[in-house]
């Protein structure tokens, strides 16, 4: 007989150095409590133990897992194709990019390219999920500090988006848009007037957003010098995307090491100086912009012609390894995958952003106000699906 | 840069090579913190993107480790492979990347490989009384560990 696992919280906090309490003339003790992972504010099945003195917090530890399904290991025992609509459910909010990035690292084993029409449409997709999985965060992430009408607003707006997925595919959020070799569907009768009605659309919204929020005195009070982190914390830590961004450091895969279509559109990439919640809110607002850019550059210019690259029916590539990454909404999404040659994958590692981000959630808080976890977790945007997979 | 390393162990690195445009090398694991350590501090490698592992039944040395990493000052990828037999320990890379933390517990829980000197490997997505290791090719898809559900959560199976 085994023991049943401890729940007892203090036995996962025993291998931190904690600071001591402040000594005040009340004599507060050390307080340890559980936040989740049935918690409104942790968008999903996520427990942190939080160790505090008063209301200040001395250590955390995340306990993950809830949402665990084995991904990797189903992975095994599919073949390629059939493993494709799978990585939807990791990050799925972000569907399309998870889609996108396991095709391309599948095609780059298999040494085929996607047509060009399938890249742009891989683009524009791909862009408008970036700006549903930020306004997503938005609403959230500004009802867990009060504000319940940017919610409201961002919702309205994402089903726009959600409404071109489905008559897309026929899916809004596990989309499950591309195939390994490109496209399987060719984009439907009214498909870039629809994304163009959209693109005008949305910049008069976020424009409201920013009314709501950027010089909201209590958001102001809520977020600025809040959960700060340094560009040096961010690197040793592994986080990337906008966390990374807003401390300052001008990189995104985009341009690093272009995929798709990327190097043919013109876009800024937004930074923050100071690193706090505030300029990572700053950051997500501006890339919304920036994609909107990209989507209208791609719409503009999407070339006729073929959709689907020549790939075999039965997938065998290759025996050898890849790893391919690319630039989802939360940071850097890389998929490890190693043939050996047979129609099912050897393995397929997926490097998830949002579980490597979640890593500084300690750091950021540390020294801070219980009320400000809540922010931190808002701010660096995680999805449970992704964390457990 | 791979001849300053060769230069410095020898026959440690087994292979330096690429594929698919991608480079990688393989060393020994004797060597692989100073490895590591070199690619951090000498070559600009500040950014260690994933810690993972491959299971190879059939191999005298069962496991690869595989430490994928990337420069921010050169744009440039890399990855670091070692070879280790079922029960061998490795030494842990947290302290020349923090972020190797999380994903060294990650490896021990999917795979049973030990870090020596990391500072809390624990089980991080299974629960920690669970028994036996899911990624390793000798574990089958539909196996769980019926006692751990039975007692935890009271149930027959949790399919």
Redesign the interface.
């Known amino acids: 007989m085994t023991e049943p696992t401890t729940t007892d919280p203090k036995a996962y906090l025993s291998h931190l150095e904690l600071g001591e309490p402040d000594k005040t003339f009340l004599d507060t003790n050390e307080l340890i409590i559980n936040m989740g992972p049935q918690h409104p504010a942790t968008h999903g099945v996520l427990r942190v133990i939080l160790k505090l003195d008063g209301e200040k917090v001395l250590g955390t530890e995340c306990v993950i897992g809830y949402l665990h399904r084995g991904v990797e290991k189903i992975a095994e025992h599919r073949t390629y194709t059939m493993f494709n609509p799978y990585v939807d459910r990791m990050d799925y909010v972000a569907a399309v990019s998870n889609g996108l990035g396991y095709c391309e690292a599948v095609e780059k084993l298999l040494n085929v390219e996607a047509p060009p029409r399938a890249k742009y449409i891989r683009v524009i997709l791909t862009e408008l999920n970036r700006l549903a999985s930020h306004q997503l965060w938005l609403g959230t992430h500004a009802l867990d500090i009060g504000a319940m009408t940017p919610l409201f607003y961002t919702f309205r707006d994402r089903e726009e988006i959600l409404k071109i997925f489905e008559k897309y595919c026929g899916a809004r959020l596990t989309t499950h848009a591309f195939r390994i070799g490109g496209c399987l569907y060719e984009t439907y009768e009214g498909f870039e007037d629809d994304v163009k009605k959209f693109l005008d659309f949305a910049p008069p919204k976020i424009e409201e957003y920013e009314e709501l929020l950027t010089t909201n005195r209590i958001w102001l009070d809520r977020t600025k010098n809040v959960g700060t982190i340094s560009a040096k914390d961010c690197i040793a830590l592994g986080v990337t995307g906008p966390v990374l961004r807003a401390s300052g450091v001008k990189w995104d895969l985009r341009k690093a090491q272009p995929y798709a279509a990327y190097s043919e559109f013109d876009f800024e990439i937004p930074t923050g100086t100071n690193g706090d919640t505030y300029d990572r809110y700053l950051v997500r607002m501006e890339e919304m912009r920036q994609s909107l850019r990209i989507i209208r550059q791609a719409v503009d210019r999407i070339p006729e012609g073929p959709i689907m690259a020549k790939v075999p029916k039965v997938m065998k590539p290759p025996v050898g390894e890849i790893y391919h990454s690319i630039e989802a909404p939360k940071g850097e999404l890389g998929y490890f995958i190693v043939s050996d040659g047979s129609t099912q994958p050897y393995r397929i590692r997926v490097r998830p952003p949002s579980f490597v981000n979640l890593q500084a959630l300690d750091i950021m808080v540390r020294g801070q106000l219980v009320a400000d976890v809540i922010a931190v977790i808002g701010t660096l945007d995680i999805v449970l699906g992704e964390v457990d997979r | 840069m791979v001849s300053k390393l060769k230069g410095r162990h020898g026959t440690g690195i087994r292979e330096a090579s690429s594929?698919?445009g991608?480079n990688y090398m393989v060393v020994e694991s004797s060597i692989i913190t100073d490895v590591l350590q070199v690619l951090r501090d000498q070559e600009q490698f500040?950014?260690?993107?994933?810690v993972?592992a491959?299971?190879y039944p059939n191999r005298e040395r069962q496991f690869d480790v595989?430490w994928?990493l990337y420069s921010?000052p050169r744009?440039e990828?890399i990855?670091v492979k070692t070879m280790i037999a079922d029960g061998e320990t490795l030494p842990s890379s947290v302290s020349i990347?923090?972020?190797a933390?999380?994903?060294e517990r990650e490896v021990y829980d999917?795979f049973g490989i030990r870090f020596d000197g990391h500072?809390?490997l624990k089980?991080?997505?299974?629960?920690?009384?669970w028994?036996g290791y899911?990624?390793r090719k000798d574990?089958g898809?539909i196996q769980q560990d019926q006692?751990?559900v039975q007692?935890?959560l009271g149930i027959e199976s949790g399919q």
């Open positions: 594929y698919l991608q500040d950014y260690c993107v994933d993972t491959l299971h595989i994928i921010f744009n990828r990855r990347w923090p972020t933390n999380w994903l999917m500072p809390d089980r991080i997505l299974l629960p920690d009384g028994k899911p990624l574990y898809i006692e751990w007692i935890n």
